[in-house]
Nanobody, 121 residues
């Protein structure tokens, strides 16, 4: 079955960096655009970034442009999110999923456990 396992979160000071990873299994990784979403306490889950099925297309939510970089490794079936210049407003649980391009919504109904990112001021 589909498995998405996120890792790499942690506590970091404002201005710092983190690299998140999402290991995917149970489906043909190269057939799907992948993406990251995040959910802050008391808020809805928001789209963060996506990368096309072949890796040549990327798209970011406006507030992440220039700070976050999404990439994917087809050997490891893993998608990454490099986050630089982190801000307290980036504090959230970050999750990955397949993505419907254009609408930037998750395709799969199942989610991994996510990884907590906490940015202190």
């Amino acid at each position: 079955q589909v498995q998405l396992v996120e890792s790499g979160g942690g506590l970091v000071q404002a201005g710092g960096s983190l690299r998140l990873s999402c290991a995917a299994s149970g489906f043909t990784f190269s057939d799907y655009a992948m993406g990251w979403f995040r959910q802050a306490p008391g808020k809805e889950r928001d789209f963060v970034a996506t990368i096309g099925s072949l890796g040549g297309y990327t798209y970011y939510s406006d507030s992440m442009k220039g700070r976050f970089t999404i990439s994917r490794d087809f050997v490891k079936n893993t998608v990454y999110l490099q986050m630089n210049n982190l801000k307290p407003g980036d504090t959230a649980v970050y999750c990955c999923n397949t993505v419907l391009l254009g609408d930037y919504i998750p395709l799969f109904g199942s989610w991994g456990q996510g990884t907590q990112v906490t940015v202190s001021s």
